[in-house]
């Protein structure tokens, strides 16, 4: 079965620190998606990355950076010099190749405070 | 700004009742999937439409359907409401069946 941990509930930081939110996953196909999303207040899931199987290259994006680690199963995401606008909650997901279904972790709370 | 309208934003019905939820998706979007939220919980699938067609379906009673329209509009209907239908319900869409999704900001249903 196919599964997402994100073990971190909460963080809170003070404002230019760097996060790091972790994801882990579990699933038996061989073929896959990750993905990461933020969730305002206002509701909306906002994609930020998804990240086939085969690409273990690490990615940033600004001030954000993932790290795909498939020998251990995680997906994890830095934030580098928080600010107070990235407070929210972020989800981690997996897909398989094949459909739409997103399996979401419980998301982790992220509060950054001036 | 996703181009995926919801509504009604926040809504209230007592057990038993019926609920339509509503969505309108961007022109061309014709990938229509619906995720239910509980407070604190991560989104669950509850379905996917491409093409006015169901093409998945998640852990989810019949009373929880469908319909998908031309007009790249959607609904969710719930019979038989129970409280543990109160949620936080997400509609997203994309164009094809690949690629990213686009949220909405979701219905916020309250079951009493």
């Known amino acids: 079965a196919q599964k997402v941990t994100q073990a971190q509930t909460e963080i809170s930081v003070v404002e230019k620190e760097d996060v790091t939110l972790d994801c882990v996953y579990e699933t038996r196909d061989t073929t896959y998606y990750l993905f990461w999303y933020k969730q305002p207040p206002s509701g909306e899931l906002v994609f930020l990355i998804r990240r086939n199987s085969f690409d273990e290259q690490n990615e940033i994006s600004g001030r954000y950076s993932w790290n795909f680690q498939k020998s251990t199963s995680s997906f994890n995401f830095t934030i580098t010099a928080s600010q107070v606008v990235d407070s929210a909650v972020y989800f981690c997901a997996l897909s398989d190749y094949n459909t739409d279904k997103l399996i979401f972790g419980t998301g982790t709370r992220l509060q950054v405070f001036p | 700004e996703t181009g995926v309208t919801q509504s009604p934003t926040h809504l209230i019905k007592t057990r038993g009742q019926q609920v339509t939820l509503r969505c309108s998706s961007q022109?061309?979007?014709?990938?229509v999937s619906w995720y239910q939220q509980a407070l604190g919980q991560g989104p669950q699938f509850i379905f996917q439409y491409y093409r006015e067609e169901e093409n998945g379906r998640g852990n989810f009673p019949p009373r929880f359907s469908g319909l998908q329209f031309p007009n790249y509009s959607s609904e969710l209907n719930v019979n038989a409401l129970e409280l543990d239908d109160s949620a936080l319900y997400l509609c997203a869409s994309r164009p094809g069946q690949t690629g990213e999704l686009f949220f909405g900001e979701g219905s916020r249903l309250t079951v009493l």
């Open positions: 022109s061309g979007h014709n990938t």
